[in-house]
């Protein structure tokens, strides 16, 4: 006999996980997960981080909204970051700094000398810095564990190996069909399959929304003289790197986005190089190796924003997507949220500042 479920969610990375655990306590889950386990593709390739500027002002709220409780459930570590930007962009960063400062991010202008402070080595002609000292280190797999143990507890059913190959909504219920993994039923299909949302979308008869997955890179260098254990996130501000310490070592992304099939990605050389090309004009120091390379799908929306909300024109199907790179660090406002959405119930302190409006699947329409 069919088993049959309240909700069955369709990705087990950060976003299914976390929206499984709020949602336990109110109904039966069910986890799918197409890989052998939890978390392999952009989930396990994070580059770690909480940066309150990252996605633009309006996923702010979503990242403000969650800091309270990554900080209290220990999975921050203080890093600070720091925007620089040349000579000559003097417009840029005023509107960045209006922008969000706007928006409620803690920001604080440097000049040159306490960017040489902070940035030891940094070549001439980047003369001016923003410093951002609520950014942190974030242990995505203990968040990650952290959400799954919590779904197990509320008695959350995770099935890998379970890739969705068919999907028929019927008698107000959806069949959906793993292969030689079997069938389940549902009332309500959640699709948090990241760089799959539109694949997913199509099997259940929803219209795809141009959810698209970026090729994110990162590379670990070694270098010489040493940096401070303390150097903060440093990215340009008009988006062309980062880089920030991990464990004596340094990570390092040229800030790419190419656009993919959702895939089991790799690196690219051309993506090293030029991520190697732009830092080495940013600090005079020596890279000794490349010691690793990875790379991640980073999936958005066409105007960028996350979607959460029941699709307008499919019974039944809720869209828990296009979270970008940001995902990790909007994790805990961003599920409560959707839960909140899905089961029909107010709103609590952690996400009444959010606007439904803002990431409803319905501006899309």
Request: negative net charge.
């Amino acid at each position: 006999m069919t088993e049959s479920f309240d909700i069955a969610v369709i990705g087990a990375g950060m976003a299914g996980a976390s929206i499984a655990a709020e949602l336990a306590p109110h109904a039966r889950v069910v986890l799918c997960e197409g890989e052998d386990f939890p978390g392999y593709h952009t989930t396990g390739r994070s580059a770690a981080f909480r940066e309150e500027c990252y996605g633009g002002p309006d996923v702010v709220p979503l990242t403000l909204a969650s800091g309270a409780y990554l900080q209290e459930g220990g999975f921050l570590t203080p890093r600070g970051g720091l925007y620089v930007a040349r000579s000559g962009q003097e417009e840029q960063v005023e509107a960045f700094l209006e922008t969000f400062c706007d928006a409620g991010v803690t920001i604080e202008r440097l000049d040159r000398t306490a960017l040489e402070a902070r940035l030891p080595g940094v070549r001439a002609g980047w003369d001016h810095a923003l410093s951002q000292p609520n950014c942190a280190d974030i242990d995505v797999a203990g968040l990650h564990q952290h959400y799954l143990r919590l779904a197990k507890a509320g008695g959350v059913d995770l099935r890998v190996r379970h890739r969705l190959q068919r999907v028929e909504r019927e008698g107000g219920s959806w069949r959906l069909d793993f292969g030689a993994a079997g069938e389940l039923r549902a009332g309500v299909l959640v699709n948090a399959a990241g760089a799959w949302a539109d694949h997913v979308a199509k099997l259940a008869g929803a219209r795809p929304l141009g959810v698209q997955p970026l090729r994110r890179t990162v590379a670990q260098l070694r270098v010489t003289p040493p940096f401070p254990a303390d150097l903060p996130l440093t990215l340009d501000i008009s988006g062309d790197f980062y880089f920030r310490p991990e464990n004596g070592r340094l990570w390092l992304s040229p800030h790419d986005e190419t656009p993919s099939e959702p895939c089991d990605a790799a690196p690219e050389e051309y993506d090293v190089a030029l991520a190697i090309d732009r830092f080495e004009k940013v600090v005079d120091w020596r890279i000794e190796a490349v010691e690793r390379k990875w790379a991640g799908l980073r999936s958005f929306s066409p105007d960028r924003l996350p979607v959460y909300g029941y699709d307008a024109a499919r019974e039944g199907f809720f869209w828990f997507a296009g979270q970008g790179g940001y995902g990790i660090q909007t994790a805990p406002a961003a599920a409560r949220f959707a839960a909140q959405l899905l089961l029909g119930q107010p709103r609590d302190a952690m996400t009444e500042r959010l606007d439904e409006r803002l990431y409803s699947p319905g501006r899309f329409s």
